[in-house]
T-cell receptor
Framework: EAGVAQSPRYKIIEKRQSVAFWCNPISGHATLYWYQQILGQGPKLLIQFQNNGVVDDSQLPKDRFSAERLKGVDSTLKIQPAKLEDSAVYLC?????????????FGQGTRLTVV | DAKTTQPPSMDCAEGRAANLPCNHSTISGNEYVYWYRQIHSQGPQYIIHGLKNNETNEMASLIITEDRKSSTLILPHATLRDTAVYYCIVRVAIQGAQKLVFGQGTRLTINP
């Protein structure tokens, strides 16, 4: 079974620039998560999708971050404009729906450096 | 959200059992306890989960106390490759969606 694919693996941008990350979840996984992990901290949930609908975006900084999940499959996370404090690893995860006790599978993440 | 408390770091000798504790005193009756680990520069990896009963798989064992307020992850024969940050998570349901909330985790170092 193919895992969660993310690209790019690394990205360096200047502050005030825009950036986008892409995630392809495991086939058939209706639930998709985006996490932000700052160095030395645990992952922080930014947004959660069920199919193409948002079920939780309470911690997404909506003035600069946006995410979409077209047709309930691939997802993109965008930052516009980026700030220095956005430097982090952005992790995508997916999970099968419908059961209480299924695990989430994570991608390798995209490491963003804002200079 | 149910919160978890873990020691920030632990050491264990290679070949010995590593026992990682977790407190989750505010857990609700239908909330599962999950364990993930994160090896440097990789995404978190699922290890095991449980509700009430002790669980065992090829990676680890999970011991949950009878009152469900704490649990212990056991790696029976730790190897150097088990060096990682281990996260204990109580999965909560928010508006019908299952939400994984990570804490700071325990940095486990396996020493040769």
């Amino acid at each position: 079974e193919a895992g969660v694919a993310q690209s790019p693996r690394y990205k360096i941008i200047e502050k005030r620039q825009s950036v986008a990350f892409w995630c392809n979840p495991i086939s058939g996984h209706a639930t998709l998560y985006w996490y932000q992990q700052i160095l030395g901290q645990g992952p922080k949930l930014l947004i959660q999708f069920q199919n193409n609908g948002v079920v939780d975006d309470s911690q997404l900084p909506k003035d600069r971050f946006s995410a979409e999940r077209l047709k309930g499959v691939d997802s993109t996370l965008k930052i516009q404009p980026a700030k220095l404090e956005d430097s982090a690893v952005y992790l995508c995860a997916s999970r099968k729906p419908g059961r209480m006790n299924t695990e989430a599978f994570f991608g390798q993440g995209t490491r963003l450096t804002v200079v | 959200d149910a919160k978890t408390t873990q020691p920030p770091s632990m050491d264990c000798a290679e070949g010995r059992a590593a026992n990682l504790p977790c407190n989750h005193s505010t857990i609700s009756g239908n909330e599962y306890v999950y364990w993930y680990r994160q090896i440097h520069s990789q995404g978190p990896q699922y290890i095991i989960h449980g509700l009430k009963n002790n669980e065992t798989n090829e990676m680890a064992s999970l011991i949950i106390t009878e009152d469900r307020k704490s649990s212990t992850l056991i790696l029976p024969h730790a190897t150097l490759r088990d060096t990682a940050v281990y996260y204990c998570i109580v999965r909560v349901a928010i508006q019908g969606a299952q939400k994984l909330v990570f804490g700071q985790g325990t940095r486990l170092t396996i020493n040769p």
